[in-house]
């Protein structure tokens, strides 16, 4: 149960390659203390064990993202929720969550973001985004795109979501795959008002 102080946002894992850019992205925000409403599709859960072994198991997520990233993810939780079922409290604009990131996206569930077909609760709960106005930040992943993809995006973009394709700088000049990783974590904190360190700012 989250208090006044804590920050709630919804994060979607989908079946697009590019599991460690969620597993970052919800263990940054964990370490920062906030509540997590968390749904991955069966894909998603596919993705995160194939891309990142066994031990990432959905069931198992906790376990694994202390081991990977420390125990100050503990400072946050996180709620896991069946991406059947369209009475979570998310498929509500009623509810407090202020933000929500599909992380990596799929070009299915982009699909169904852009034509508003609410199918599961991950769609649903980035419909309640786009039509509470809140902040919907839209991971793509998917080389190269056909021109359905890319309009589906563009009808994604008119509603109000932010595209934030999965496209990693290197500037910043990456060493590992979690450096890369980072970099994008980083870019959807801000994006959600969070300040970071995951990546150095450019000096110019
Ligand atoms: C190993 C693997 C990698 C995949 N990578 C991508 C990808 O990068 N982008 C994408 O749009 N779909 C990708 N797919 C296909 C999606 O997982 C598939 O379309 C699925 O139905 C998406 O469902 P979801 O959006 O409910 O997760 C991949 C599938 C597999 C098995």
Redesign the pocket.
Known sequence: MSNLATRSIAIA??????AIYATRTIAALLERGCHLELVI????R??LR??LGEAAMADKLLEFLVAKYGDGVRKGTYTLHS?RDLGAKIASGSQNCEGMAVV???????A?IAHGLSR?L?ERAADVMLKERRPLIIV????PMSLP?LRNMVLCAESGAMIMP?MPAFYQMPKTLDDLADFMAGKVLAALGFSHELYPSWKG
Do not use: H
């Open positions: 894992v989908t079946g697009a390659s590019g599709s069966d894909y998603g596919r993705l194939d891309e991406n990596p996206c799929s070009m299915k569930t982009l169904g599961n991950i793509p992943r998917e080389t993809q999965a």
